[in-house]
């Protein structure tokens, strides 16, 4: 570990060194011979400051020198208000700084990364000793002090990120008035603060705005460069989590500012793409070059569009007093909070007497002082008036510079511990000490603005929100018409757009807000939308402007603003049905074992011995066993237990008539003399026949039970939710009525057969009526069971139940009690004997008496 500690202390070493190497030979080289912009006054502690005073370079593709256009007045003015500020505290009373003066030394970076750097090491170099860049017979692989101990600058964050890189090797506190976010990384810019709010509150801010003015749509206009993609990606990031939609993201080229056959392309390209699309809000995070070129055109197609201005062009006059500029639309525009920079108006009014500025040498070099303090009349040759030139100083960004200077000031008085008199400390001092004091700043300036740094270097102001007022003639009115905290809160002043917040539909026709009981769906292109009512099984969410689903076992109310419980649909125990089918059941049950009882006691009587002796019992207890599943059929179904009420009925009822059809076999092989049905006899095996007809029922059940048994399901409509049983095979299904089916149609035609025959109890006839029936009610159940599932379901399933058995119990079995009850006297072999007599008798034929 302390290796790798060693050799990371060397590489830093080592880059510091070969840094100190390329400003010597900056400074030796270019000292004389550096044509650029630039002002210099000297001081017992040097400040440092990077401004745009120029715009553009003619930088391109190709390598070559560089060379500055588009002398901005406006930045001009700003950078002015850092000297004005030293002046101020180099000459108040009582003095701020005892016994020291505040010097500066100001370069034009031409907004280019380049020149930006160039100036920095020239700042950075230690002009109090010129022999600091001779080499020592003993090397110290380290940056002598440098020249200025703080630095103001630069505006635009691509330039204030290479610098920041720069001056953090000497530890040279950097304070910018206008930077991105990205500055904010301490392990990367250790010594960076800022004045104003970063970018990551101005994209909130712009998000806010457009969620309070209800935008559905949005397009974003970013550049190539670390201002423009750091505040485009963040603002798509935002609008897609607040589920605003974006029309388009257009990134511009760095070199879109150059008026040449390309960039013509690109901006009718983009008035094209800004022309069909239907975004309601176009938010231009960009420089204010790439701006003017966009709306000059913007103006020329009459889009009439509504703007969003970032910070750097939000209040630029130039543009805003570009010609026709109500044209292009409203714009609504962030800036830093805007205040007034005390005395600079008076100090612009003078500062041309006598000057020793350099950059106000230059400026009156561009334009010259007007002749007898005349206005500038003449367009074609224009010139200084100092009175008209303060119209064109701005109220946030110069006042960002002010207190810039303040915090250092400030920084300074703590650190040589001064106070009105004198300061204690006079020794001298390193940038990194200062930039500790800065950190630590806690005041207020002028009693109106408080300034304090949190731990990443930002301060805690926010924005002012602007209006470009262009209703009446010219120039621009700029208003002040609300402000954006960074705690999240949006305040306007009044009710100045209110009708504009209250439309719910746009230009374009597109819904941006529904009624409750509505939702928005696309209609046409990715971010128009037409409303469309909430379904039965959502409620409207007011705070999110779209419908929600309820859980899957609610829905919704009429007003679609609450969701309520789905009722549970079945077969209740409770219901007036259910308890007349548990009644039946019961019966059922009681009747059955009466009739067991009775046969029990009567089962050596002829009667017993004429439906079958012992299988009549069997036969009573598969009824039994059928009327006891009759219960299985009601309350909600919770497993498959509760499903399997079918499957086992099959079982028991075939066993039923499976007794059934052995003493109809019984009963034609008594009986029937005919040669053709002497074939039956072979099958009179009672025992056998029950078993084979049991079998194959029981064969088929167990399969159905084991592979696909029936199951509970729950099946939701709009309000409820019905619980019942589903046959996900019906295969089974089917093979077990149509082999009931057949053992019934089986059955009928043996009986039918018997009713011939010399039969004193009518078992044939009586069995005859209780297949047909049994028939009947299956051939109904199975197709209305097969098509419905309704909540009475399972009530049809138990009454098909109870009515077979019933037919059984009544038809087959109840005359045979009967008989045993209240015509005993039929119930004797003599009684028997004479029945078959006389029916022989009657059809002629001999009876052979034994």
């Not at 010594?191 to 397009?219: C, E, H, N, P, Y």
């Amino acid at each position: 570990m302390s290796g790798s500690t060693d050799a990371s202390t060397h590489l830093c070493s080592s880059t510091m060194f070969l840094l100190w190497i390329f400003v010597c030979i900056i400074s030796h080289s270019s000292s004389d011979n550096d044509t650029r912009l630039h002002a210099f006054s000297p001081g017992d502690i040097m400040i440092g400051g990077l401004f745009p005073i120029h715009i553009k370079t003619n930088r391109s593709e190709n390598p070559g020198p560089l060379s500055c256009s588009d002398y901005d007045v406006q930045m001009f003015l700003r950078s002015q208000v850092m000297v004005h500020a030293i002046r101020e505290i180099n000459q108040r009373a009582p003095r701020l700084l005892p016994n020291f003066t505040i010097g500066y030394d100001m370069y034009d970076t031409c907004a280019d990364v380049s020149l930006a750097i160039r100036a920095t090491l020239q700042m950075l170099k230690n002009q109090s000793d010129p022999q600091s860049c001779s080499l020592s017979e003993n090397i110290q692989l380290s940056l002598p002090e440098p020249q200025i101990k703080a630095l103001v600058g630069e505006r635009h964050s691509e330039v204030s990120i290479a610098v920041a890189r720069i001056v953090a090797l000497s530890s040279v506190p950097q304070i910018s008035y206008s930077s991105s976010v990205l500055l904010s990384t301490k392990s990367k810019f250790p010594t960076f603060l800022r004045i104003v709010s970063s970018d990551q509150f101005q994209t909130l801010g712009m998000a806010a705005l457009v969620k309070d003015f209800k935008w559905a749509s949005v397009a974003i206009i970013g550049s190539d460069d670390e201002y423009g993609k750091y505040g485009s990606d963040n603002l798509e990031e935002i609008f897609k989590s607040e589920s605003i939609c974006i029309e388009f993201v257009e990134i511009l080229p760095g070199t879109f500012h150059q008026n040449d056959a390309s960039t013509k392309e690109k901006v009718n390209k983009l008035i094209k793409l800004i022309n069909e699309s239907e975004a309601e809000a176009i938010i231009m995070f960009t420089k204010e070059t790439n701006v003017e070129i966009i709306l000059e055109a913007a103006i020329k197609h009459k889009l009439n569009r509504t703007w969003i201005a970032s910070d750097t062009w939000s209040t630029h006059s130039m543009i805003s007093t570009m010609t026709n500029i109500s044209l292009a639309g409203q714009v609504f525009g962030f800036i830093f909070k805007k205040n007034e920079v005390p005395g600079f108006e008076d100090y612009v009014l003078s500062m041309f007497n006598g000057t020793t500025n350099d950059i106000v040498k230059y400026h009156l070099t561009q334009y010259p002082l007007c002749s007898n303090g005349a206005n500038e009349k003449n367009k074609s040759d224009p010139c200084t008036d100092p009175s008209t030139l303060i119209k064109s100083i701005d109220q946030d960004e110069s006042y960002s510079i002010y207190l810039s200077v303040q915090v250092i000031a400030e920084g300074l008085r703590h650190l040589l511990k001064c106070d009105n008199q004198r300061c204690e400390r006079t020794s001298p001092f390193t940038a990194l000490e200062l930039f500790k004091e800065m950190k630590k700043v806690n005041f207020t300036v002028n009693n109106n603005t408080h300034i304090e740094f949190d731990k990443n270097g930002d301060p805690s102001v926010g924005y002012d929100i602007v209006y470009w007022n262009t209703s009446d003639s010219q120039p621009t009115q700029i208003q002040t018409v609300g402000q954006y905290w960074p705690n999240g809160r949006l305040i306007f002043k009044g009710d100045l757009f209110g009708s504009m917040k209250n439309d719910v539909v746009s230009v374009y026709g597109c819904y941006k807000k529904c009624d409750n009981k509505e939702r928005r769906i696309g209609e046409r292109g990715s971010c128009c939308f037409k409303c469309v009512a909430c379904g039965s099984t959502e409620i409207f969410s007011k705070n999110e402007s779209k419908c929600i689903s309820c859980a899957s076992n609610q829905y919704s109310d009429d007003q679609r603003v609450q969701c309520l419980e789905k009722t549970a649909e079945y077969l209740q125990w409770t219901n007036a049905l259910s308890i007349i089918l548990s009644c039946a059941g019961a019966c059922g049950i009681i009747i059955t074992i009466v009739f067991a009882v009775l046969f029990t006691i009567h089962r050596d009587t002829p009667i017993v011995k004429a439906v079958g002796g012992y299988l009549c019992l069997l036969e009573l207890v598969s009824l039994l066993a059928s009327f006891c599943l009759t219960f299985i059929f009601l309350g909600k179904p919770r497993s498959n237990a509760d499903c399997a009420g079918l499957p086992l009925f099959s079982i028991t009822f075939s066993l039923c008539i499976a007794c059934i059809l052995a003493n109809l076999l019984q009963i034609l092989v008594g009986f029937n003399f005919d040669v053709k049905w002497m074939w039956i006899k072979k099958l009179n095996r009672p025992i056998v026949v029950v078993v084979v007809v049991f079998s194959i029922q029981l064969t088929l059940s167990v399969l159905w039970l084991t592979i696909c048994p029936p199951y509970p399901i729950a099946h939701p409509s709009e309000t409820s939710i019905l619980y019942h049983c589903e046959i996900d095979s019906p295969g089974f299904f089917i093979a077990m009525i149509v082999y009931k089916g057949f053992l019934g149609i089986i059955c009928f035609l043996f009986a039918y057969k018997g009713k011939q025959l010399p039969d004193l109890y009518k078992n044939a006839g009586l069995i005859s009526v209780s297949m047909l029936l049994y028939l009947v009610i299956w051939i109904v159940f199975v197709p209305l069971y097969l098509t419905f599932k309704v909540k009475y379901t399972p009530a049809m399933e138990c009454a098909a139940v109870l009515i077979s058995s019933y037919s059984i119990l009544c038809c087959h079995l109840a005359p045979k009690c009967y008989i045993m009850v209240f015509r005993k006297e039929l119930n004797d072999q003599n009684a028997i004997a004479e029945y078959i007599r006389k029916h022989f008798e009657q059809k002629g034929m001999a009876v052979v008496r034994q």
